[in-house]
T-cell receptor, first 110, second 120 residues
Framework: RKEVEQDPGPFNVPEGATVAFNCTYS??????FFWYRQDCRKEPKLLMS???SGNEDGRFTAQLNRASQYISLLIRDSKLSDSATYLC???????????FGAGTILRVKS | GAVVSQHPSWVICKSGTSVKIECRSL??????MFWYRQFPKQSLMLMAT?????????EQGVEKDKFLINHASLTLSTLTVTSAHPEDSSFYIC????????????????FGPGTRLTVT
């Protein structure tokens, strides 16, 4: 079983739609959680951290369920510029290496 | 914000040659840098953790004699792919862990723009 699993998609949505991505992780000792965004042939960029209480940053909302080992990302009012691959990332050891999911592809169309 | 650069951004080389990739933290000191590899349509896979002044820690299945890592200063780590073969063609990305802030219980990693290696 992969350490971090995501639905690869692609998710094809119209502009303005709300879309949600899910991610599960296998290591119950995982300490911190992130969503990264990766554009085609580019490096990953941090989108947001995921806190236990859930957190929001503009149109983006992240949730964490430690009991189910499940992370989600909700994007409201999708923009064309949101089209990218979204990577679920888990840091299993404090301050150390990151484990990346394979990513979920989002395509927002006009 | 923290900036990490990589050089070169892309390289094409012949089978059997060695290629060196540099990763630099431009405006902060990085005690730890990470080297990843990403094949098309796959996730980033950690190859090794590079610590300044000490030997790198390689992930299982990564040949340390083939992928030489040197972290000689707090701002520079290098990855040398020795005797490269076509199967080594990939997108190599480094990241630097800074001590500038802790988020969500861990240190943020700042990624370089990546190096696309093609071995013919």
């Amino acid at each position: 079983r992969k350490e971090v699993e995501q639905d690869p998609g692609p998710f094809n949505v119209p502009e303005g739609a709300t879309v949600a991505f899910n991610c599960t992780y296998s290591n119950s000792a995982s300490q911190s959680f992130f969503w990264y965004r990766q554009d085609c042939r580019k490096e990953p960029k941090l989108l947001m951290s995921v806190y236990s209480s859930g957190n929001e940053d503009g149109r983006f909302t992240a949730q964490l369920n430690r009991a189910s080992q499940y992370i989600s990302l909700l994007i409201r009012d999708s923009k064309l510029s949101d089209s990218a691959t979204y990577l679920c990332v888990v840091n299993a050891e404090y301050g150390n290496k990151l484990v990346f999911g394979a990513g979920t592809i989002l395509r927002v169309k006009s | 914000g923290a900036v990490v650069s990589q050089h070169p951004s892309w390289v094409i080389c012949k089978s059997g040659t060695s290629v060196k990739i540099e990763c630099r933290s431009l405006d902060f000191q990085a005690t730890t840098m990470f080297w990843y590899r990403q094949f098309p349509k796959q996730s980033l896979m950690l190859m090794a953790t590079s610590n300044e002044g000490s030997k790198a820690t390689y992930e299982q299945g990564v040949e340390k004699d083939k992928f030489l890592i040197n972290h000689a200063s707090l701002t520079l780590s290098t990855l040398t792919v020795t005797s490269a073969h076509p199967e080594d063609s990939s997108f190599y990305i480094c990241s630097a862990r800074g001590d500038r802030g802790v988020i969500a219980g861990g240190y943020e990693q700042y990624f370089g723009p990546g190096t696309r290696l093609t071995v013919t």
